[in-house]
Nanobody, 122 residues
Framework: QVQLVESGGGLVQAGVSLRLSCAASRRTFSIAAMGWFRQAPGKEREFVAGITWSVGATFYAASVKGRFTISRDNAKNTVSLQMNSLKPEDTAVYYC???????????????WGQGTQVTVSS
């Protein structure tokens, strides 16, 4: 079993930056990629960004492309999400997740963290 633990959430004002981190308890062949998802109140969970452990290939949702950057540290088994120019509509619980491939489909992710709250005030 792999545990994923997110950190870095908080309450910030619009326009500022925030960095989320996700620590994986261990690496396994079944997790080739990591993704960040978010779920706003009253909405379905949506894909934000993904990255492969091997070559660092990335994939972003259109709503965050150019503002958010996903990265990984293979030595520390961590994945980060740098969020710049935050908007109130970025308010959500952010989850990291592990998958066999780089994909935006929620159902393809096997391992999930508990989530961290990000609140952006206007």
């Amino acid at each position: 079993q792999v545990q994923l633990v997110e950190s870095g959430g908080g309450l910030v004002q619009a326009g500022v930056s925030l960095r989320l981190s996700c620590a994986a308890s261990r690496r396994t062949f079944s997790i080739a990629a990591m993704g960040w998802f978010r779920q706003a109140p009253g909405k379905e969970r949506e894909f934000v960004a993904g990255i492969t452990w091997s070559v660092g290939a990335t994939f972003y949702a259109a709503s965050v492309k150019g503002r958010f950057t996903i990265s990984r540290d293979n030595a520390k088994n961590t994945v980060s999400l740098q969020m710049n120019s935050l908007k109130p509509e970025d308010t959500a619980v952010y989850y990291c997740a592990g998958s066999r491939s780089l994909t935006s489909r929620e159902g393809d992710y096997t391992y999930w963290g508990q989530g961290t709250q990000v609140t952006v005030s206007s």
